[in-house]
């Protein structure tokens, strides 16, 4: 382990002998019957895993892989599912193509010149901001390029969920299924076909991962946009050890999913295994509306993949779980095994994950109190593999504030019997 890392004392709970505990009690479906017969493809990048953790994760997939003893023998592929910004790759892919959409003068007027047909959740006062910072005219795309005043207000209410003036950019929406201010990006690239975006995409993938590590850019006013993206070495390791072990590996994330398609390709993963947020389209061509999950109809803009929505989409799309059925958390047989994230935004599709749950720390409440309360054994945390962050010196307010409801109102975060997770001290961080 890296020198970097300052190392609490480690509670280890074996995976092999936490599946066999799991079988006998009757919650996991299907567990190998004996517990190494061969070895397993191997995890070879070392360097950035904290503790005991590249040892845990080398035992879950020794459990569950398909090794040279055990090939062929017809079990049904274990499923790990990664989300992907700051959890896949360093930086935010969505921020990274809003730059270079603005940049390039790549976004379409609103229909009619309606902002509020961009998103059902903008409020009055950001459909007016944006009507007399975007004035109408003639082309069809915004002239974001040179117009700064259009820029800024557009990467106020992406960013900040406000106005340049400090008004409420979005109302109205469950906190639970939906962060409107993500949903925006993909609703902002009505116009477009697929391909199109994916070229976009890409183009904004080949500046940042061709520019400096800390390189900035200026997008309308701001000198400062984070302007460059890196791959995890160590999750692309992981995922393609994952693979050839025989997992059934996937992305989820609440980046649009054209998007999220071109950048999944380079830690290997085909774009009919990544999930993103996903639009509707018209001969050929993206809406401002979304494609529904559960039982969210296409259009109704009100689930995306972001925290309960991204339980619902895996359910959906990985295990074949329709209606409002894959809203809820399914039987121990059809959840996977493995799961990877670093945000609130990840918590619900961790907490199903039956074997190991991988939390990369950014100091993100909910999901630090449930990973460090760790009920049952099956959390790990991590530093991030770049640029880490110190330890948090404040508790985690878990007992009081660490949850959000649907409503916004926030609440103490909860165990699944329901009792209250105590505040919890940051413990795995760079020091």
């Known amino acids: 382990m890296s020198a970097l890392f300052a190392v609490p004392a480690v509670r280890r709970l074996p995976v ?15 567990q190998p019957a004996e517990a190494h017969p061969a070895r397993c493809p191997q995890l070879t990048v070392s360097q950035g895993w904290f503790g005991d953790n590249q040892d845990r994760i080398q035992d879950l997939i020794d459990t569950y892989g398909t090794c040279e003893a055990r090939a062929g023998h017809g079990k049904k592929k274990p499923v790990a599912v990664f989300d992907w910004d700051n959890t896949v790759v360093k930086n935010d892919v969505g921020d990274a193509t809003m ?49 700064t005043r259009c820029a800024d207000e557009i ?114 993963v085909d774009p009919d295994h990544a999930i993103g947020i996903r639009s509707t389209t018209e001969h050929g061509r993206l809406t401002s509306h979304l494609v529904g999950c559960g039982s969210a109809k296409d259009g109704d803009d009100s689930v995306i993949t972001y925290i309960d929505g991204k339980r619902c989409w895996i359910n959906q799309e990985i295990f074949g779980v329709r209606g409002a059925a894959a809203e809820r958390v399914q039987p121990a047989g059809r959840r996977q095994v493995f799961a990877a994230g670093d945000s609130d935004t990840d918590v619900s599709f961790l907490r199903d994950a ?3 749950r991988l939390v990369l720390n950014r100091n993100k409440n909910e999901l630090m109190c449930r990973a460090y309360d760790d009920s049952d054994g099956r959390w790990i945390v991590n530093p991030m593999f770049i640029e880490p962050k110190g330890q948090k010196t404040a508790p985690y307010p878990c007992a009081t504030t660490g949850y959000t409801g649907r409503d916004g109102t926030p609440a103490p975060v909860r165990r699944a019997d329901g009792s209250v997770v105590p505040d919890q001290r940051d413990s795995v961080y760079a020091g």
């Not at 007399?132 to 915004?142: D, I, M």
């Open 99 to 147: 730059y270079w959409l603005l940049r390039h003068s790549k976004i379409q007027r609103p229909a009619h010149g309606d902002w509020r047909t961009t998103s059902r959740y903008l409020t009055k006062d950001a459909a007016t901001a944006l009507s007399a910072a975007c004035p109408a005219g003639p082309s069809k795309t915004l002239p974001t390029a040179s117009d």
């Open 16 to 30: 092999l002998a936490a599946a066999l505990s799991m079988a006998a009690a009757g919650l996991v479906a299907a």
């Open 155 to 268: 990467l106020a209410v992406y960013g900040e969920g406000a106005t340049s003036a400090g008004t409420t950019a979005f109302a109205g929406y469950d906190r639970r299924t939906i962060e409107p201010s993500y949903a925006w990006l993909a609703q902002l690239l009505h116009g477009w076909t697929p391909a199109q975006v994916r070229s976009f995409a890409a183009a904004a993938r080949a500046e940042n991962l061709s520019a400096p590590a800390d390189a900035v850019q200026t997008v309308g006013s701001n000198t400062k946009a984070t302007a460059w993206v890196r791959y995890y070495d160590q999750q692309r390791d992981l995922i393609r050890t994952l693979q050839r072990a025989g997992f059934d590996v996937w992305i989820t994330s609440a980046s649009p999913e054209p998007v999220v398609d071109v950048w999944a390709r380079g830690a290997g």
């Open 354 to 356: 039956t074997g190991l």
